[in-house]
């Protein structure tokens, strides 16, 4: 019988020198990812017991797909977090002295995250609001109007040129919007109500102090300081006035933004 210790005692090893410099909360996620991954070896492979036996197929492709198949099933964050925990403690193995092999577990076996989008704000949340940066009615307020209309993000606000909107034929106008996160500059076609609203930030914008329209450099907003600064004050402008008109809101001013958008 061989004396040599076993993959398990081997990675409890492991684990509780990781202890002396982690949080418990993390040591408990290594453990649960061992105890996990090692369950699953000695239910389908239950010769293996040594770091070295270990094969990316069928040992850890394996456990990828019992992983997916569980009922109930595992969400993508939990089964990321599981094969990162062991991933990062087969590092540690390998840098220990283990005979083990590179690569079992690779970046590109992680799941995709979930992505979804910003909760819409509902018509009368939207009314609300449309009324409270009426009523506010100053440069950001307008600005975060302009973006509602046009549907477009506040860094692209932004950087719109004060000739931004552009006579397309005798009663259709269209305000440019340049190069920004979609990698293409466009036309968006508009309502009257965008026209009041350019014409009203074109107003606004002569009232701006003489530096700040030295620093705008032809935008149609004014900006004293960076641009990201100004968006920045562009997206509080919106929170502040979600609070005050009592709309549901998200965690941080950049949601709030995708929110009003979408």
């Known amino acids: 019988m061989s004396l040599r210790p076993s993959l398990d005692h081997i990675l409890e090893v492991h684990i509780q020198a990781l202890a002396v410099t982690l949080r418990p909360a993390s040591v408990r996620q290594y453990r ?7 369950r699953y070896l000695r239910a389908a492979f239950p010769n293996v017991h040594r770091p070295a036996q270990l094969r ?3 040992h850890l492709l394996g456990w990828f797909r019992c992983l997916c198949e569980e009922d ?3 969400c993508s964050k939990t089964r990321i977090c599981y094969l990162l925990d062991l991933r990062h403690l087969f590092q540690g193995l390998d840098v220990s002295g283990h005979s083990i092999q590179p690569d079992l577990i690779r970046m590109d076996d992680l799941p995709a995250r979930p ?5 819409q704000l509902s ?3 939207d009314q609300l609001l449309q009324q409270e940066l009426r009523r506010t009615d100053d440069m950001f307020a307008n600005a975060m109007l302009l973006t509602r209309a046009i549907g477009i993000r506040v860094g692209e606000c932004a950087d719109l040129p004060v000739d931004c909107l552009r006579q397309l034929a005798p009663d ?3 305000p440019y919007v340049p190069v920004g996160k979609l990698h293409t500059d466009r036309m968006v076609p508009v309502d009257e109500e965008v026209r009041r609203i350019v014409s009203r930030l074109i107003s606004l914008r002569s009232l701006a102090p003489a530096t700040h329209l030295a620093n705008s450099d032809g935008f ?3 900006r004293g300081g960076s641009h990201n600064g100004f968006c920045g004050t562009v997206r509080d402008t919106l929170t502040a006035a979600a609070q005050r008109a009592g709309c549901t809101r998200s965690r941080h001013p950049s949601s709030d933004e995708a929110q009003l958008r979408h």
């Open 123 to 125: 018509p009368a949340e």
């Open 56 to 58: 990316r197929d069928p």
């Open 172 to 174: 259709q106008w269209a």
């Open 32 to 38: 649960s990812a061992a105890h996990r991954f090692l």
């Open 72 to 74: 109930p099933p595992l």
């Open 220 to 222: 149609l907003l004014p």
């Open 115 to 119: 992505r979804t989008l910003p909760k």
